[in-house]
Every structure is written in structure tokens, then in C-alpha cells.
């Protein structure tokens, strides 16, 4: 029944996410209504508008204040979100650059120069007899090198007829969205990487903890059997194999220590700063140190997630593209006016006769060796069918990973639950086999095989536990939680 809602869930997530993006009516993405037969009217009757339904924040799925103050500092400092941050703003500066460009452009010009024809050519003649013109007034006498000044005011104006310039607009905003979502993740994966470190050191810990309190048992057995060698009930062979496995849980806690170190580096790595003592709260096996998720979640919960909404957002970068390649085809219509005062000598630039201005409209379109615009055409078609197949797998990988992660976490209960009962029994074992073992009934073997079984059984525990914990992270984070 879990198999079948998460389906028929799934497809009206992706019937809504499809109504609100532009997508070819030839292509839809196709998903199975459940890894079960389902009847039709089931899904239909499902089907209606798209869910609003939205994850705790982090602050509150996540209750340790200790880490909270983490995750705060990480989002500040953090190396890959800093990036992340200059990678937005890059695409910041496109939309700002295609803010305008519908608009007339309006530029101010201010000129000055000199030209000198030479006397043997039909400038220089013709500028020379110029001076004997009696139509000609003293202002209008040509000097030679001739000086020329220009203080106006320039324009050119692109009409958008085709909509080319404003799908360059909307490909340019898109893409700034497609990296807001970029961000996004980048914050998302690190707040997710700073739990599960932070989480393994509490565990480590705890397991410090396990092995020491291990080590108590076991120096007391040592004891027993030095008492029972020094009065001929026991042999050196005793003595020797407790020692052995002493030395054993000694290394074991020598291990655990470098994990630490190694899990304090990487946290502080996230963190942007360097190697320094973690603080970090206790834990024990009982505690739930992550809010449960319900295991009834609706998929629609997917659109949270960035990375599905990047790839919308890619594929409207792609569909934007893909109509200015086609529109390049088509007449492009140029206008460009100037307006100013330009005169000989700068004492007249601005007389009222130095007044000068041009207007002129261009009609251009491409008609031979249009192979360059072909080809840009056909990259963006495939470029398209790219980014909706790009979505297409993101959203069914982001289905997959959901359910999988689901199903993790009821097996991981009841192998937590199991696991549990078997702890309970090994400890009632090792305070047997020490009873025996003093009163002559059971063998040093027998005490370290219990010893040990306990040992291994509270990790395993601890472990699994700690699996838990890292699966309802990483689930919290697949559906879309995090930053």
C-alpha cells in the first residue's frame, strides 16, 4: 500500500510540476502508477492541485542547540557556500545586463579631432577652392588641417520583433534561478555533511564509553584469574588470554580516538577554520536526536528539493535559448539616431547653425552561409531534449532515493529492536559466565567469548543506531530540507 501512494503520489506531483512549466505536448515524463496494479480510478481520482506541503526547518528537525550554533556559523564561513554565493552573483550581472535590452540604448558624445588632406589629392583641391567661394560666409571658411569638434547625444535601438531579445531576458533570469538553487544545495549538502560529523562524534564517544566500561569487566576477570592461578585453579594460559584481550580493547580505543581527531578536522573544514576541539552534546542509545519523519510523506514534497528545481529552471533556460536560435533566422530591425553640435572651429560648436542630426533604420536578415546559424540552432534543440531528459532523471532518481531511504528506516527499526533484545541477554550472559567461572563451573574461554559477544553486540547496536540516525538525515535532506 506504501508502494502504490508513493506512485499515484509521484504522478500528481509531476501532472502539477508539468502545468506550470512550458513543456512540449510531445513530451511528458513518464512514470509507473506503482511497482503494483493499480486501477485507473485510484489515480485519477488523486489527481488535483499541486500539494503545498512543505518540512520543518532545520532548526527545528535538528535538536541539538550545539550543532544548531554549528550550521549557523558553517552557513557564514563555509568555503563551498561562499562559491556558491560568487557563482549567484555572476549570474546576477546577466540578468542586470539584460535588463535593458529591449530598450534604446542612449550614449553622450563628446569629440574633437583634425584632419589634413594632402594638397595633390581631390580633398585637398577641392577643400582649398573652398575659400573662394562667394557662397561661403568667414565661419565657413575651411582652415587647413581642418579641426572638428562634436559635443551629442548617440542612440540605437534593436525593435524586438520576434521576441528574441526578451527570451534573452527570460534565458538570463532563469539561469540566475538555476543558480539560486545551485546555492542552495551546495547549502543543503553541507548542513546535512555537518550532522552526520557532528553526530559520528557523539557515537564515537559513546563508544569510548562502551569499551572503557568493557575494560572494567574484563580488568575484573583478569583479577579473578590471577586469584584462581595463584591458588592452583587456574593455569598462566588464563592470566595470558585476559590479557590478550585487554591489550585488544585498548587498541580499540586508540583507533577510536584517531576517528575522532579525523571527524573533528572534517567538521572544522566545513566549518572554514582550523583544526580545533569540537564541543558536542552526550548521547545515549535511547535518545531520538533528530525529529522522526512520518513514513506517510507525500511525494509532492520532492519540489522542495533544489535540484529538481534547477533542472525546471534549466530546462526554461533551454526553451528560451532554443527560440532566439530560431528567431536569428528572421529580419532583425536596427535603428540608430544621433542628435548634437559639430562645428570647424570650437568657438562655434554651439551656434545655432552647428546644430547636426542623423536618423536611420536597418532591415537585415540572413540570407546566404547561414551554416553558423543552423548550427547554433541545432545545438540548442539538442540542448533542450538534454535538459528535459537531465529532469526526467532527477526526478526519478530523487523518487528512488525517497524510497529507498523509507525503507531503510523501518528495516533499521526493527534491527535496532532485535539487536536491542540481544544486548539485553549478552549482558545477562557476562554476569553468568563470571559466577561460574568464580565458582569453578565455566571456563576462561567461556568468560571471554561472553565478554566479547557484549562488546560486539553494544556496537552493533550503537552502530545500527547510528545508521538510523544518518538514514532520517539524509532523508530529511532528499526531500528537500536543509537551507
Same mark, same amino acid.
Given at each position: 500500500?506504501?508502494?502504490?501512494?508513493?506512485?499515484?503520489?509521484?504522478?500528481?506531483?509531476?501532472?502539477?510540476?508539468?502545468?506550470?512549466?512550458?513543456?512540449?505536448?510531445?513530451?511528458?515524463?513518464?512514470?509507473?502508477?506503482?511497482?503494483?496494479?493499480?486501477?485507473?480510478?485510484?489515480?485519477?481520482?488523486?489527481?488535483?492541485?499541486?500539494?503545498?506541503?512543505?518540512?520543518?526547518?532545520?532548526?527545528?528537525?535538528?535538536?541539538?542547540?550545539?550543532?544548531?550554533?554549528? !550550521? &549557523?556559523?558553517?552557513?557564514?564561513?563555509?568555503?563551498?557556500?561562499?562559491? *556558491?554565493?560568487? /557563482?549567484?552573483?555572476? %549570474?546576477?550581472? #546577466?540578468?542586470?545586463?539584460?535588463?535593458?535590452?529591449?530598450?534604446?540604448?542612449?550614449?553622450?558624445?563628446?569629440?574633437?579631432?583634425?584632419?589634413?588632406?594632402?594638397?595633390?589629392?581631390?580633398?585637398?583641391?577641392?577643400?582649398?577652392?573652398?575659400?573662394?567661394?562667394?557662397?561661403?560666409?568667414?565661419?565657413?571658411?575651411?582652415?587647413?588641417?581642418?579641426?572638428?569638434?562634436?559635443?551629442?547625444?548617440?542612440?540605437?535601438?534593436? !525593435? &524586438?520583433?520576434?521576441?528574441?531579445?526578451?527570451?534573452?531576458?527570460?534565458? *538570463?533570469?532563469? /539561469?540566475?534561478?538555476? %543558480?539560486?538553487? #545551485?546555492?542552495?544545495?551546495?547549502?543543503?549538502?553541507?548542513?546535512?555533511?555537518?550532522?552526520?560529523?557532528?553526530?559520528?562524534?557523539?557515537?564515537?564517544?559513546?563508544?569510548?564509553?562502551?569499551?572503557?566500561?568493557?575494560?572494567?569487566?574484563?580488568?575484573?576477570?583478569?583479577?579473578?584469574?590471577?586469584?584462581?592461578?595463584?591458588?592452583?585453579?587456574?593455569?598462566?594460559?588464563?592470566?595470558?588470554?585476559?590479557?590478550?584481550?585487554?591489550?585488544?580493547?585498548?587498541?580499540?580505543?586508540?583507533?577510536?580516538?584517531?576517528?575522532?581527531?579525523?571527524?573533528?578536522?572534517?567538521?572544522?573544514?566545513?566549518?572554514?577554520?582550523?583544526?580545533?576541539?569540537?564541543?558536542?552534546?552526550?548521547?545515549?542509545?535511547?535518545?531520538?536526536?533528530?525529529?522522526?519523519?512520518?513514513?506517510?510523506?507525500?511525494?509532492?514534497?520532492?519540489?522542495?528539493?533544489?535540484?529538481?528545481?534547477?533542472?525546471?529552471?534549466?530546462?526554461?533556460?533551454?526553451?528560451?535559448?532554443?527560440?532566439?536560435a530560431k528567431t536569428a533566422f528572421y529580419p532583425s530591425l536596427q535603428i540608430n539616431a544621433n542628435l548634437g553640435y559639430q562645428a570647424l572651429r570650437a568657438t562655434l560648436l554651439f551656434d545655432a547653425g552647428s546644430l547636426a542630426y542623423g536618423l536611420i533604420g536597418n532591415l537585415v536578415s540572413p540570407l546566404l552561409n547561414r551554416r553558423e546559424l543552423k548550427a547554433q540552432l541545432m545545438e540548442r534543440n539538442a540542448t533542450k531534449k538534454e535538459s528535459y531528459i537531465q529532469l526526467e532523471k532527477t526526478i526519478v532518481n530523487a523518487f528512488t532515493e525517497v524510497f529507498e531511504l523509507m525503507e531503510k528506516s523501518k528495516n533499521l527499526d526493527d534491527m535496532k529492536s532485535l539487536k536491542s533484545e540481544q544486548v539485553s541477554i549478552l549482558e545477562k550472559s557476562v554476569e553468568t559466565s563470571m559466577e561460574l567461572f568464580t565458582s569453578g563451573r565455566a571456563t576462561y574461554i567461556e568468560?571471554?567469548?561472553?565478554?566479547?559477544?557484549?562488546?560486539?553486540?553494544?556496537?552493533?547496536?550503537?552502530?545500527?543506531?547510528?545508521?538510523?540516525?544518518?538514514?532520517?538525515?539524509?532523508?530529511?535532506?532528499?526531500?528537500?530540507?536543509?537551507?
Amino acid at each position: 500500500m506504501m508502494k502504490n501512494i508513493l506512485y499515484t503520489s509521484l504522478l500528481v506531483f509531476v501532472v502539477s510540476a508539468c502545468k506550470f512549466h512550458r513543456i512540449a505536448a510531445d513530451e511528458k515524463i513518464k512514470v509507473p502508477a506503482s511497482y503494483e496494479p493499480v486501477s485507473q480510478t485510484v489515480i485519477e481520482d488523486s489527481l488535483g492541485p499541486a500539494s503545498t506541503a512543505q518540512l520543518q526547518d532545520w532548526k527545528n528537525f535538528f535538536t541539538d542547540a550545539l550543532l544548531r550554533d554549528l !550550521i &549557523d556559523t558553517a552557513l557564514i564561513a563555509n568555503y563551498d557556500i561562499q562559491i *556558491a554565493y560568487q /557563482r549567484l552573483q555572476q %549570474s546576477r550581472a #546577466g540578468v542586470q545586463y539584460t535588463k535593458g535590452i529591449r530598450l534604446p540604448d542612449l550614449n553622450l558624445n563628446l569629440g574633437a579631432g583634425v584632419r589634413k588632406f594632402g594638397d595633390y589629392t581631390v580633398d585637398g583641391i577641392g577643400n582649398y577652392d573652398t575659400q573662394f567661394s562667394p557662397n561661403l560666409n568667414s565661419k565657413q571658411q575651411l582652415p587647413n588641417p581642418i579641426p572638428d569638434f562634436y559635443a551629442g547625444l548617440s542612440s540605437s535601438w534593436e !525593435i &524586438d520583433i520576434w521576441g528574441k531579445l526578451k527570451n534573452k531576458k527570460k534565458a *538570463a533570469f532563469a /539561469r540566475y534561478l538555476a %543558480s539560486e538553487q #545551485g546555492r542552495t544545495l551546495v547549502s543543503t549538502n553541507v548542513i546535512a555533511e555537518i550532522a552526520q560529523n557532528y553526530y559520528a562524534l557523539m557515537f564515537y564517544d559513546k563508544e569510548l564509553e562502551i569499551i572503557k566500561e568493557s575494560l572494567e569487566l574484563q580488568n575484573h576477570a583478569l583479577l579473578v584469574s590471577e586469584v584462581k592461578k595463584s591458588s592452583g585453579k587456574a593455569n598462566e594460559l588464563a592470566v595470558e588470554m585476559m590479557k590478550s584481550q585487554i591489550l585488544g580493547a585498548k587498541t580499540m580505543l586508540i583507533e577510536i580516538q584517531q576517528q575522532i581527531i579525523v571527524t573533528e578536522n572534517k567538521l572544522n573544514m566545513l566549518l572554514g577554520r582550523y583544526p580545533q576541539d569540537i564541543p558536542r552534546s552526550t548521547w545515549n542509545i535511547e535518545d531520538e536526536i533528530t525529529q522522526n519523519l512520518a513514513l506517510g510523506i507525500p511525494s509532492d514534497l520532492l519540489m522542495n528539493r533544489p535540484d529538481i528545481v534547477q533542472a525546471f529552471r534549466n530546462l526554461d533556460v533551454s526553451n528560451a535559448e532554443l527560440v532566439v536560435a530560431k528567431t536569428a533566422f528572421y529580419p532583425s530591425l536596427q535603428i540608430n539616431a544621433n542628435l548634437g553640435y559639430q562645428a570647424l572651429r570650437a568657438t562655434l560648436l554651439f551656434d545655432a547653425g552647428s546644430l547636426a542630426y542623423g536618423l536611420i533604420g536597418n532591415l537585415v536578415s540572413p540570407l546566404l552561409n547561414r551554416r553558423e546559424l543552423k548550427a547554433q540552432l541545432m545545438e540548442r534543440n539538442a540542448t533542450k531534449k538534454e535538459s528535459y531528459i537531465q529532469l526526467e532523471k532527477t526526478i526519478v532518481n530523487a523518487f528512488t532515493e525517497v524510497f529507498e531511504l523509507m525503507e531503510k528506516s523501518k528495516n533499521l527499526d526493527d534491527m535496532k529492536s532485535l539487536k536491542s533484545e540481544q544486548v539485553s541477554i549478552l549482558e545477562k550472559s557476562v554476569e553468568t559466565s563470571m559466577e561460574l567461572f568464580t565458582s569453578g563451573r565455566a571456563t576462561y574461554i567461556e568468560v571471554i567469548n561472553a565478554q566479547q559477544g557484549y562488546l560486539r553486540a553494544q556496537i552493533e547496536l550503537m552502530q545500527i543506531a547510528e545508521l538510523k540516525n544518518k538514514n532520517q538525515i539524509l532523508l530529511y535532506k532528499s526531500l528537500g530540507g536543509g537551507a
